[in-house]
Every structure is written in structure tokens, then in C-alpha cells.
């Protein structure tokens, strides 16, 4: 299977600021039809997860512009441009190339 | 506007057996690929099985294989998850979501929590 690596696994910010999550698969998530299909999914406290970027970029639709997501091959990262007190929750990857899908351990993001 | 309805979570006896169901609407249940994703307390999320729209193709990560069956009804826009030989770490949150052409999960449910326990 393949493994996805978050880190930081606890990521406390102050309000307004910047934030960075990085995500690593242990193959390249490259599909052979040429597409990347790396999500990333944001789980509010209480609530179901939420697909908030997939294939590495594009963003769902009603998410903010602050989130963006970047990233090739194996490397992926998830940027919130100036965190707000609604964006604290957990943040995962998952990986949608490969058999079985597989979750990353998951970011916590917390208001410092 | 799509929603999913999980129901059927409770608590069951190790060995014993659920069966979950996935009520769908607001959209073309027949065309969609779904899963079932769990989440045991405090934990990640865990992928745990998909099905094809027909129903022809059912697919389960290795831990559940051979216990769990996953089915739909499109006639009805429901999906299940019959869940047999129950052990202690299928103790979860169980979400169905449907899958969209991205190969992701682009709509989830509410959940439906299952214990298992003595």
C-alpha cells in the first residue's frame, strides 16, 4: 500500500498568519492517464470530512482562496495563506492513484 | 443538493454482526461509485470499500476481507455495509461517500458510529 506522511502532525498558529502542511507519498501518484490525484481534506471538530483541493491544485468549489495546494511526484503541500479561527481542525492527504486509497496520519491545526 | 444518510451504528458483541445503510439524494445514485471510509476514535480516516455503479465490481481493503460485504440498491439510492465477525478494532465513526472522476471522495455523510464491545 502506499504510505502518506504528513508532517507536522500538530501545527499551532497565531491568527492571520501563514501556514504550511507537507505530504509525502512513499510512490509517485502519478496515474498513467497523466493526472496526480492528491487530495487534501479538512475535518472540523465534530463534523464529516470535507474535500477541500483535489488533483494537487484545483480547488472545491466555496473554498476559500487562502487554501492552495502545490506539489509533484511524491511531494505535496498544503498552504493556508492567513489562518482564520475557522480553519482549526484536522487537515489529511489521501491519495486517490493507487490501490487501496490511503489516508496521510493527519495535521492537527490549532490557534496558538 | 446531495446528501448521504448513514444509519444502522450501535453497539454489538465481539463476533456479532451490522449491517450499515447509505441513503442517497440529489443526485443520480446509479452513476456514482461508493465507499464506505471509517474512522476509529481519535484516529485517521481508513478507506474500507467500494463498489461500482452496477454493482458488478466490490473492492475491500485487506483487513475487512472475507467479513465485510458492501452492496447497493439503485432502485432505492442506497448503499450497505454488511458487516460480519465484528472485532474490537472495527470500533469507528462509518462514513459513506460517494466518488467522484477525480478518484476521490468529493461528498460525505454524517457518519454512523459502531462499537464493539463486550
Known amino acids: 500500500d502506499v504510505v502518506m506522511t504528513q508532517s507536522p502532525l500538530s501545527l499551532p498558529v497565531s491568527l492571520g498568519q501563514p501556514a504550511s502542511i507537507s505530504c509525502r507519498s512513499s510512490?509517485?501518484?502519478?496515474?498513467?492517464?497523466?493526472?496526480?490525484?492528491l487530495n487534501w481534506f479538512q475535518q472540523r471538530p465534530g463534523h464529516s470530512p470535507r474535500r477541500l483541493i483535489y488533483e494537487v491544485s484545483k480547488r472545491d468549489s466555496g473554498v476559500p482562496d487562502r487554501f492552495s495546494g502545490s506539489g509533484s511526484g511524491t511531494d505535496f503541500t498544503l498552504r493556508i495563506s492567513r489562518v482564520e479561527a475557522e480553519d482549526v481542525g484536522v487537515y489529511y492527504c489521501m491519495q486517490g492513484t493507487h490501490w487501496p486509497r490511503t489516508f496521510g496520519q493527519g495535521t492537527k491545526v490549532e490557534i496558538k | 443538493e446531495v446528501q448521504l444518510v448513514e444509519s444502522g451504528g450501535g453497539l454489538v458483541q465481539p463476533g456479532g454482526s451490522l449491517r450499515l445503510s447509505c441513503a442517497a439524494s440529489g443526485f443520480t445514485f446509479s452513476s456514482y461509485w461508493m465507499s464506505w471510509v471509517r474512522q476509529a476514535p481519535g484516529k485517521g480516516l481508513e478507506w474500507v470499500a467500494n463498489?461500482?455503479?452496477?454493482?458488478?465490481?466490490?473492492y475491500y481493503v485487506d483487513s475487512v476481507k472475507g467479513r465485510f460485504t458492501i452492496s447497493r440498491d439503485n432502485a432505492k439510492s442506497s448503499l450497505y455495509l454488511q458487516m460480519n465477525s465484528l472485532r474490537a478494532e472495527d470500533t469507528a465513526m462509518y462514513y459513506c461517500a460517494r466518488e467522484d472522476m477525480h478518484n476521490t471522495f468529493d461528498y460525505w455523510g454524517q457518519g454512523t458510529l459502531v462499537t464493539v464491545s463486550s
Open positions: 510512490q509517485s501518484l502519478v496515474y498513467s492517464d497523466g493526472n496526480t490525484y
Open positions: 463498489i461500482q455503479p452496477d454493482g458488478s465490481g466490490k
